[in-house]
T-cell receptor, first 112, second 115 residues
């Protein structure tokens, strides 16, 4: 079956730096992508989404980039703060299928 | 506050016990989901309900029994569970179960430990 994976399981950055979290997907029919943040002891929290007819979308301090050619998704966090420390994972929806497929996640640690 | 509330937050039970997990959403959504989250594994979809009707059972063992009395409430009844069922059980909701592009919104989960 189709799967969504992450290049880096852990990422450690200094406070104030920019963070980039990557995600690879294999279903070329995927048309919708979501980034979630999961803090310790909490459920996944929606951060930002992007449709396949776009290649970039910006939110507050976050930007999602979609490269359909290489089936790659990234989440950029500007001026990373200690409160950004969490597991981040991507999810994709494949075309006519309403189900979301989730990646395993990347642990982001922000050092003060 | 996510708009999706799960109770209890923690549950420890023996393999012969019967317990239920509860989920309530205050977002006006019509679709609700149960997921299992185990360590170092991606989220696993268990059940999907759309307008109170079950639309998906992802080959879940019968010791897990879902119930959806209305679009705002979802239960997961547990009986004779196994140690490998220990995990975080997450409830989510979305406006509809369709092919439209809508994020699912999650509760904070029930941490289940089977003795």
């Amino acid at each position: 079956g189709e799967s969504v994976g992450l290049h880096l399981p852990t990422l450690s950055v200094q406070e104030g730096d920019n963070s980039i979290i990557n995600c690879a997907y294999s279903n070329s029919a995927s048309d919708y992508f979501i980034w979630y943040k999961q803090e310790s002891g909490k459920g996944p929290q929606f951060i930002i989404d992007i449709r396949s007819n776009m290649d970039k979308r910006q939110g507050q301090r976050v930007t999602v980039l979609l490269n359909k050619t290489v089936k790659h998704l990234s989440l950029q966090i500007a001026a990373t703060q200690p409160g950004d420390s969490a597991v981040y994972f991507c999810a994709e929806k494949g075309g006519s299928n309403y189900k979301l497929t989730f990646g395993k996640g990347t642990l982001l640690t922000v050092n003060p | 506050e996510t708009g999706v509330t799960q109770t209890p937050r923690h549950l420890v039970m023996g393999m012969t016990n019967k317990k239920s997990l509860k989920c309530e959403q205050h977002l006006g959504h019509n679709a609700m989901y149960w997921y299992k989250q185990s360590a170092k594994k991606p989220l696993e979809l268990m059940f999907v309900y759309n307008f109170k009707e079950q639309t998906e059972n992802n080959s879940v063992p019968s010791r897990f029994s879902p119930e959806c009395p209305n679009s705002s409430h979802l239960f997961l009844h547990l009986h004779t569970l196994q140690p490998e069922d220990s995990a975080l059980y997450l409830c989510a909701s979305s406006p509809l179960v369709t092919v439209t592009n809508q994020p699912q919104h999650f509760g904070d989960g029930t941490r289940l430990s089977i003795l």
